[in-house]
């Protein structure tokens, strides 16, 4: 455990540094969790064709992709409720990688807001 909460602080958060502003296709996330997973390999002794995933759950930790997706989403958050509102932010909101990434985690940013956009969708019809 010494190991891995060494690699946590140091070499985790220049893995993840600013993931949450740009996007990446899913075979690059896929590249950086085998990276990630590799390490978990090395500090537990496993072979390459052990999955790692048990592991990583038992030691209440994420795979890279959740983690990444875990970072873009309390950024979002945090995003949302500051006061000025930037029109980049509202597209990105709207983009269909965020809208997947909401649908899969069933994660809701704005209630009213987005009530209110299903609400326009209906009238404009």
């Not at 993840?16 to 740009?22: P, R």
């Not at 965020?98 to 956009?117: N, P, T, W």
Request: aromatic content about 14%; overall charge positive; charged content about 25%.
């Amino acid at each position: 455990m010494p190991r891995l909460c060494l690699f946590e602080a140091f070499c985790l958060p220049l893995l993840t540094y600013g993931c949450e502003g740009f996007s990446m296709s899913d075979s690059e996330l896929k590249k950086l969790n085998v990276c990630l997973n590799n390490v978990y390999r090395k500090i537990f002794n496993m072979n390459r064709w052990e999955s790692v995933k048990q592991i990583q759950f038992l030691c209440c930790r994420l795979d890279l992709i959740r983690l990444i997706h875990s970072h873009k989403l309390k950024f979002v958050c945090a995003v949302s409720k500051c006061s000025l509102s930037v029109e980049c932010f509202k597209r990105y909101v709207r983009s269909s990688a965020f809208v997947s990434l909401c649908i899969e985690y069933d994660f809701v940013l704005d209630v009213k807001g987005f009530v209110y956009d299903k609400f326009e969708d209906v009238c404009s019809l």
